[in-house]
């Protein structure tokens, strides 16, 4: 009995062990795969034709808290990725599932190996497989498609629409600033009431200020001093303007004198009593201003009103203008609006000036003086070096560059001694009719097609013609030459005195490149001013864009 129990408790101790490790391994299981991710690879299809695409997806399974960078940019070299789309989760539990999906293509046939891309889970690398994709050619039936000449190059016209543009922006230009011009300076601007006043005769002018004085302030605020200024020079202004006596400079004695001087030649019709009272108020007025008398406000009300009766009288004490004198004002008032609206034009002129000035100095500090001169006044070979430039290949074997303007088919007719050697020659030349900017291009394929090209001839034939032309003082100069592809040819170049058809003999520069191969010979001649730095940076330009194909 007691050796069942004891076998009991050994089977239970077992049976507890085993449970225990049964549940540590399903944990580890579990944990393991939570840290595991899971990465597969798949691609539509292995096979395509030139420019077709090809979608390459990767699927990442990991847990929730995971952080997966797919690749990016162009990693899947040589294939080209034309577009990454959008990254689609999906969620199960505590496991989330990634799929990338990648549109590549290739533009050359050929097979070509899908390199190996790194996903990368939290700071972890892992590499996925390569693959090998086929590109073919898409095939042309070259029988029943009708092959064709390349047809030559057609000389279109030049469009006027730029011209029409151009004029149509500089008449734009031109009308706002008319318009600015007239606006701001002819037209005739609405008159303030400060201006208004001032335009009214003396006599009116006199009674409206007057009668402004009387609804004043000065009084209920206590500032007579500032109401007897103004009232007196109010009547003394309209006795200067309308009496023509100067009384703003007069003291109140010499004011008085004046006045009675003029009663007694009789060209102002004035009591005694008026004078008497201007007097008085004059008195007062000054008691007021300097010796800062107050008198009551009934008396300096008073003193308004017989102003104004002062004025009245005065007014028609006048004598009437003859017509002689209202021709002669009539004329002085022309004559004044002539003289403001000049000075209105002056300053309008002065400030248009001004204004170019300027913006012309602004610009040529910022641009250069001579960029600025050539903008506005033109110049042939800037308007060549900012235009739509062209890029095509000339002649066969061909010459490919970037000119300024197209190049047009010369017909070149051998001498019979050149026909011995030469079995065609096709020149294509452009040049500006200002100036001696020129570009020529040339392809020569020879008779024998082992035969090699004579460099040293073809560079003494055309220094010869340059001094058929009437070239002098030719220095020249020879180095190597490379294109951006590596094509060596031999380069010559040097200065000159060039007979130009509209300013005659001048400083010229020129370049020559020369290149060829068995059975054919290429070069390339450029003339140039020799101060002109637009053509300068024309002939860089068109140097640096050279190509030629080294094989017939």
């Known amino acids: 009995m007691i050796c069942d129990r004891n076998l009991l408790k050994i089977s239970l101790s077992f049976f507890e062990r085993y449970v225990t490790l049964l549940a540590f391994l399903c944990c580890a299981l579990s944990l393991s795969a939570q840290q595991n991710p899971n990465i597969q690879t798949s691609i539509d299809t292995t096979s395509i034709r030139i420019g077709e695409q090809i979608k390459w997806s990767v699927t990442v399974e990991v847990d929730t808290t995971a952080q997966v960078i797919f690749p990016e940019g162009q990693t899947f070299s040589p294939l080209e990725t034309v577009e990454a789309f959008v990254t689609d989760t999906t969620r199960k539990k505590d496991r989330l599932t990634l799929q990338k999906i990648y549109a590549l293509t290739q533009f050359d046939s050929g097979a070509y190996k899908l390199p190996s891309q790194r996903i990368e889970i939290n700071g972890t690398g892992y590499m996925t497989d390569s693959m090998l994709i086929n590109v073919a050619n898409v095939a ?18 030049k469009s006027n629409t730029e011209i029409l543009k151009f004029i149509l922006i500089s008449i734009l230009i031109l009308l706002i600033l008319a318009g600015l011009f007239y606006w701001f300076v002819l037209r005739k601007k609405p008159l303030t009431e400060e201006e208004k006043v001032a335009l009214l005769p003396p006599y009116d002018r006199a009674l409206l200020e007057l009668k402004r004085l009387e609804n004043s302030k000065y009084l209920i605020q206590d500032e007579y001093k500032e109401y007897y200024s103004e009232l007196t020079t109010i009547v003394r202004s309209y006795l200067e303007e309308d009496v023509h006596v100067t009384a703003l400079e007069s003291t109140t004695g010499q004011l008085i004198e004046k006045l009675e001087l003029l009663k007694d ?47 009245e009288k005065t007014h028609e004490a006048l004598p009437e203008p003859t017509e002689e004198e209202l021709l002669e004002q009539a004329e002085y008032q022309e004559e004044l609006e002539r003289k403001q609206k000049k000075k209105k034009i002056i300053i309008g002129v002065a400030s248009l000036v001004a204004l170019l000035l300027i913006a012309t100095t602004i610009a040529g500090i910022k641009f250069g003086f001579g960029y600025v001169k050539d903008s506005v006044i033109g110049h042939p070979t800037m308007e060549l070096l900012e ?11 061909p010459i490919e560059l970037e000119t300024p303007k197209v190049m047009v088919r010369q017909e070149v007719k051998l001498p019979p001694e050149a026909k011995a050697t030469i079995a065609d020659i096709q020149a294509f030349s452009y040049s500006s009719p200002i100036g001696m900017f020129s570009v020529g291009a040339t392809s020569i394929t020879l ?55 509209s300013n005659g003999p001048q400083n010229g520069q020129y370049t020559v490149l020369l290149f060829g191969g068995k059975g054919f010979q290429q070069y390339l001649i450029l003339t140039w001013l020799e101060d002109d730095v637009y053509a300068q940076e024309i002939v860089d330009r068109i140097l640096a864009s050279v190509e030629v194909k080294t094989e017939v």
Do not use: C, H
């Open 140 to 157: 042309v039936d070259t029988l029943n498609q009708k092959m064709y000449d390349i047809k030559p190059i057609i000389n279109v016209e």
């Open 265 to 311: 030649a009789g060209e102002l019709n004035l009591d005694n009593d008026t004078i008497k009272q201007f007097q008085q108020i004059l008195q007062t007025a000054d008691l007021v201003k300097f010796a800062r008398n107050k008198p009551s406000t009934q008396i300096a009300e008073q003193d308004r009103k017989l102003v104004e009766q002062i004025v």
């Open 387 to 397: 235009g739509d430039w062209v890029r095509s290949s000339y002649g066969f074997p």
């Open 447 to 501: 008779n024998q097609p082992n035969a090699e090209p004579d460099f040293d001839k073809t560079i003494e034939q055309i220094l010869s013609n340059f001094e058929a032309q009437g070239a002098k003082n030719i220095i020249t100069k020879q180095e190597e030459f490379s294109t951006v592809s590596g094509v060596t040819g031999v380069k010559v170049f040097g200065s000159g005195k060039f007979d130009t058809p």
